[in-house]
């Protein structure tokens, strides 16, 4: 006399799922984030939109990667941005005063090394190998 009618409306499920339901958003995620380079970055910014997407189906393992990637992402963003703001005032400075080339160049190009093993460095985060 307890079962349940079949016509009667059942709640909705508003707790995470099991730990395996967010493993294909972070697994499309990091195939994204490793296609970046070749697409000129603009497949991360598809692959954050899927973590983000992704992050409030996911428990575990799963989530901790998820995190992992959204964090790499803004990590590497707001360095980039920093990098190409110093390469942009040492470009500016250099035409605006010549004579302070002889520090300028020096300093443009250590920047530009920077920025190069940034990338290189998260392309290697990615892949899983140390560069």
């Not at 972070?26 to 997407?53: D, M």
């Not at 470009?91 to 920025?115: E, K, Q």
């Amino acid at each position: 006399m307890a079962d349940a009618s079949p016509d009667a409306p059942r709640e909705p499920r508003f707790s995470t799922g099991h730990e395996s339901e967010g493993r294909p958003a972070a697994l499309i995620a990091w195939g994204l984030y490793i296609l970046s380079l070749p697409s000129a970055n603009l497949l991360v910014i598809v692959g954050l939109i899927v973590a983000y997407a992704g992050r409030s189906g996911s428990d575990g393992l799963s989530r901790a990667h998820i995190d992992a990637q959204i964090g790499l992402f803004w990590s590497v963003f707001w360095w980039t941005i920093l990098l190409w703001i110093g390469i942009a005032i040492c470009t500016v400075s250099f035409f605006a005063a010549p004579a302070m080339g002889v520090i300028l160049i020096p300093v443009g190009l250590l920047l530009g090394l920077g920025l190069l093993l940034l990338t290189a460095r998260r392309q290697g985060a990615l892949t899983g190998r140390d560069v």
